[in-house]
């Protein structure tokens, strides 16, 4: 299942249907994919100023920090990465609901490894938000924001999706290392938050 050429109507039908997929964990997959989106239109749109007739060439880049054209590859990435795990999600829910049988450990690994792995993308998306909005020109900075806001909607849920499928899964020792990288993608995303949404 992609949801590389879904209509945006279609999807939200899905979503809103007797269907079973997709469901919140794709849900949260593609706000991420937006919010990567918005930052990579940030980088567009601040390269373009800045190769104008008045302007002087590319914003310049702090220690350690890659180019604006390479934000923005980071961020397609992300984006594509992020709307594959939405796939695989919903494939997930449908075979974990869809036959009405009880489903083998193995779907309920996956039911909570790839919000975990939706987590880890979006947090990054956050992470790449900041730096779009501080280096963004005026026009478009704010929607870099907006990108944040909905990369950080994505890490939130998808976490609160891993502890709640954790906590299902039958083998202790696995479901707390999926809990323990949960907490850290949180704990990684709380400095953005204060510093760029202000707030946690």
């Known amino acids: 299942m992609t949801y590389d050429d879904t209509p945006i109507g279609k999807f939200l039908d899905a979503v809103a249907s007797e269907r079973v997929v997709p469901a919140g964990g794709t849900a949260a997959a593609i706000t991420g994919a937006t919010g990567a989106a918005l930052c990579e239109m940030v980088c567009v749109h601040t ?30 990435r992300r984006r594509k990465k992020l709307l594959a795990l939405g796939g695989q999600d919903a494939a997930v829910v449908e075979e974990v609901f869809g036959d009405g049988e009880a489903p083998s450990t193995r779907l309920r690994r996956r039911a909570a490894g790839i919000p975990l792995a939706v987590a880890e993308a979006a947090v990054a998306v956050l992470t790449d938000a900041e730096t779009a909005h501080r280096r963004g020109t005026p026009g478009v900075a ?58 946690n």
Do not use: M
């Open 142 to 199: 704010a929607d870099a924001k907006t990108g944040a806001y909905l990369a950080d909607a994505a890490v939130r849920a998808s976490v609160e999706t891993v502890r709640i499928n954790a906590a299902a899964l039958p083998n202790r020792p696995f479901a707390s290392d999926l809990e323990g990288r949960a907490a850290t993608v949180e704990e990684s995303a709380d400095p953005v938050r204060r510093r760029l949404l202000g707030g």
């Open 47 to 76: 390269t373009a100023a800045a190769d104008g007739p008045s302007a002087g060439g590319e914003s310049e880049a702090g220690p350690g920090e890659t180019s604006l054209s390479g934000l923005r590859t980071g961020l397609r």
